[in-house]
């Protein structure tokens, strides 16, 4: 069953690059070039974010074309320095996920190597369990790592000075992604299953901060989870693009 056709004076060919644009809104990703590309995140977004919550998951769908190389999704910084810092980040043939705490408290850096899928979108999670002492780490909504933690509670009390940014480091001079950044959710302490079913498009809960392919327009992306405003900002060349994991 079914038509063939023809092709005539074509060639087919992979890995073409969507033509990126400026215009927002029925794009489906940010694409970045490596370089200076990356999403702002107002200040008062982590002070909001972590008020009560007894931990985070924070999960970003993102495509890169080659391994090798640290590129950071997701940066979450307090008090303006690295003193304390939640981030997830890849490697190309591996990903970490980071919790650095407050007053002196040691940086725990989590990792797990897993294949590298070249030009393939893959959902990558992070959860830093406060309650549980525990991080967790996953990929397409498998957990490949689930190892303890320490948090003290300093930890918890991040207040409204700091920053956030998706991409690169926050200001976005180190660890650009050179790829596509599809949505970015952060939500409370999610079960396995409810981080399996993010990967499966299926949503029991109501994200804290979600930005997504449809919501944005020029240089804003806006977020559409249940804390109020967090408008990123969209920096240098980041640009809106056609290609989705969907």
């Not at 694409?31 to 931990?55: C, E, K, R």
């Not at 303006?80 to 408290?105: I, K, N, P, W």
């Not at 392919?213 to 977020?223: A, F, R, S």
Request: aromatic share 8%.
């Amino acid at each position: 069953g079914g038509v063939a056709g023809n092709v005539n004076g074509c060639t087919w060919t992979d890995n073409v690059p969507m033509t990126p644009s400026r215009t927002g809104k029925d794009w489906a990703s940010l694409y970045m070039d490596g370089t200076g590309d990356y999403v702002s995140l107002p200040s008062n977004t982590i002070g909001q974010m972590l008020a009560g919550q007894s931990g985070i998951t924070i999960s970003s769908w993102a495509r890169m074309p080659t391994p090798g190389g640290t590129v950071r999704l997701v940066d979450l910084v307090n008090n303006g320095t690295a003193a304390g810092r939640l981030e997830l980040q890849s490697t190309g043939t591996s990903f970490v996920g980071t919790f650095r705490g407050l007053d002196g408290e040691a940086a725990e850096a989590h990792s797990v190597t897993v294949p590298f899928a070249q030009n393939v979108w893959s959902l990558y999670t992070m959860q830093a369990d406060f309650a549980g002492d525990k991080v967790r780490l996953y990929r397409n909504g498998l957990q490949f790592y689930d190892a303890a933690a320490t948090f003290d509670s300093s930890a918890l009390s991040w207040n409204a000075t700091n920053t956030a940014a998706l991409g690169a480091a926050v200001g976005g001079a180190s660890v650009n992604l050179l790829g596509n950044l599809g949505e970015v959710r952060i939500d409370g302490v999610l079960t396995k299953s409810q981080i399996r079913d993010l990967y499966f498009g299926r949503e029991a809960v109501t994200p804290l901060i979600r930005y997504s392919h449809l919501e944005g327009v020029g240089t804003t992306i806006t977020n559409s989870g249940s804390i109020a405003g967090a408008i990123g900002t969209l920096q240098a060349n980041t640009a809106w693009s056609l290609e989705a994991p969907w």
